[in-house]
């Protein structure tokens, strides 16, 4: 995801740092190379004039900041620019009173509509709502299926104790394109359905199409107009580019769209659509899909996006998505877990899916500042993790329960089963009663003193964190409480 663009940045404003002061020449020198870039991602060509400009005007006039050389300078007015272009954003969604609140998705065909309504049905789920979400594109059955299917996954699967439903009104198909309204009367008696059921929300799927053309504007516009929705969101494939920000334009004059979903965000887009969107159309982008999965969903927070073009890092999404995935429960259940050294292989798989659910690993790793560039000496093995888990895997729960079980016959079957060889299986249950030891052990230093033991028995046996080398240090002395932990386990290891 924008890695052209990213590269492309670093090398204009990079050149630049090597001078002496910020002069009118070498701005522009540096401007034309972003205005390349620019280009080359798809955006939009008004925008990317405004943009150079505006960054220009800015730059030329300003002396550089005492402390700063000219290229960080650069980056800062950049950075500023780059998110005024897409900002400012207010992704909160205002709860009407009385409930509910009419949301309406919109898009072009495939654009992610029907997805997305899972995904923001799975957002207020997490936040205490309930939902009604309704098939209100009736091209076709299958269309009505997949909203059921996906708003029964969320239901079931999706984080919260709201509720989340389904209505449609399957039948009425078969008169779709016949006469006229019938998507209009669907979210009519929708709407009488959420009051009934009190739900807080009702999110409308609409139908899409190739093109736009009058009749689905037509149709877009009666529901407009029946059921006056609080939020219109306009669904937009950001693999598209330039086209989709011009059908946003066109979608906005007809139905005054409240804001923009950027799907397929985790695609290698090259960021024209996120770019040029706002300042195009008038709308900002609210949300970001970022997968397939009800979860992949991310509120848009311009000041991210731009660090992440500009390679600053992303450390808040980082925190966010971890959080996220490692629930506060089961961080609680493992805690307790370590502290009474009852840590088992169970609980090591749980904690390795939950970092991988993460995302690739060096995608992730890159989100921290100051290690994308660094990234190229870092090896994450992604085989090795695949290794541990099918090692673990291979075990029966006993086994898993209690490693000592493992004896040179029991070793010999899960190999076998896991495709490795005997002395992976017994590495591997030789480190992890090192970690459970040791995470006994740190069960009573804080969060920072924690940290600081991994880093250092990372560094004392780098075979500890299978499967990544290289991980650039990021700083931080260690303390004496730290070292006497250290010290204590090595003491009490040679005891033995
Ligand atoms: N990778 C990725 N795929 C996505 C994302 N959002 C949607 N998709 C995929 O895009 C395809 C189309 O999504 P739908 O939700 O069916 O799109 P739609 O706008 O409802 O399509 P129509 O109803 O036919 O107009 C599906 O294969 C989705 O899985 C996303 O954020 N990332
Ligand atoms: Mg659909």
């Not at 505006?54 to 402390?67: F, I, M, N, P, Q």
């Not at 997305?116 to 957002?123: E, I």
């Not at 799927?205 to 190739?210: E, F, K, N, P, V």
């Not at 790793?365 to 291979?394: C, F, K, T, Y």
Request: with cysteine; aromatic share 4%.
């Amino acid at each position: 995801m924008f890695q052209n663009l990213s590269d492309r940045f670093g090398v204009a404003l990079r050149n630049l740092s090597g001078r002496g002061r910020i002069t009118e020449d070498n701005v522009r020198e540096a401007m034309g190379e972003v205005r390349t870039a620019l280009l080359e991602a798809d955006v939009h060509l008004d925008v990317v004039k405004k943009f150079c400009d505006d960054v220009l005007a800015d730059a030329v006039g300003r002396d550089v900041t005492k402390s700063l050389k000219p290229g960080q300078e650069m980056i800062g007015i950049v950075n500023e620019r780059l998110v005024d272009l897409m900002g400012p954003v207010d992704s909160h969604l205002m709860m009407v009173d009385p409930p509910p609140t009419i949301v309406m998705m919109c898009g072009l065909q495939g654009s992610g509509k029907t997805t997305t309504c899972g995904k923001l049905a799975a957002y207020l789920k997490a936040r205490g709502k309930n939902v009604l979400v309704a098939a209100a594109d009736l091209q076709r059955p299958a269309a009505v299926e997949q909203l059921r299917v996906v708003t029964e996954q969320v239901a079931a699967e999706a984080r919260g104790n709201a509720d989340v439903r389904f209505y449609a009104e399957p039948e009425k198909c078969a008169e779709y394109g016949q006469a006229v309204g019938v998507a209009i009367g669907v979210c009519q008696r929708a709407l009488r359905e959420a009051r009934t059921q009190r739900s807080d929300v009702l999110i409308l799927d609409t139908a899409g199409r190739l093109h736009i053309d009058d009749e689905l504007m037509g149709e877009l516009d009666g529901i407009n107009r029946a059921l006056k929705p609080h939020q219109i969101y306009l669904v937009v494939d950001a693999m598209i580019g330039q086209d989709a920000v011009n059908s946003a334009k066109t979608f906005h004059e007809r139905l005054a769209i409240d804001g923009v979903i950027l799907t397929k965000f985790d695609s290698d887009t090259r960021g024209g659509a996120a770019l040029s969107v706002k300042h195009v159309t008038g709308a900002p982008i609210k949300f970001l899909g970022t997968g397939e999965k009800h979860d992949a969903f991310e509120e848009f927070h311009p000041e991210r996006v731009a660090g992440r073009i500009l390679g600053m890092g992303d450390v808040v999404s980082l925190v966010e998505k971890a959080q996220q995935e490692v629930s506060e429960e089961e961080a609680e259940q493992i805690a307790a877990k370590m502290a009474e050294g009852k840590l088992t292989l169970d609980d090591f798989l749980k904690q390795l899916r939950s970092i991988r659910r993460m995302g690739p690993m060096k995608q992730l790793l890159g989100m921290l500042p100051g290690v994308g560039s660094a990234l190229s000496n870092v090896d994450v093995d992604e085989q090795q993790l695949d290794r541990l888990e099918g090692i673990v895997h291979s075990m029966t729960p006993a086994e898993r329960q209690d490693v000592k079980l493992l004896n040179k016959s029991r070793v010999k079957r899960v190999s076998r089963g896991s495709g490795t060889a005997a002395s992976d299986v017994n590495k591997l249950t030789k480190q992890f009663e090192v970690m459970q030891k040791m995470t006994k052990q740190m069960s009573g230093l804080g969060a920072m003193g924690k940290m600081k033991a991994m880093r250092e028995l990372a560094d004392a046996d780098p075979a500890m964190l299978p499967g990544v080398r290289g991980l650039p240090r990021l700083g931080g002395r260690t303390s004496t409480k730290t070292a006497s932990v250290k010290s204590g386990f090595k003491r009490r290891k040679r005891k033995k």
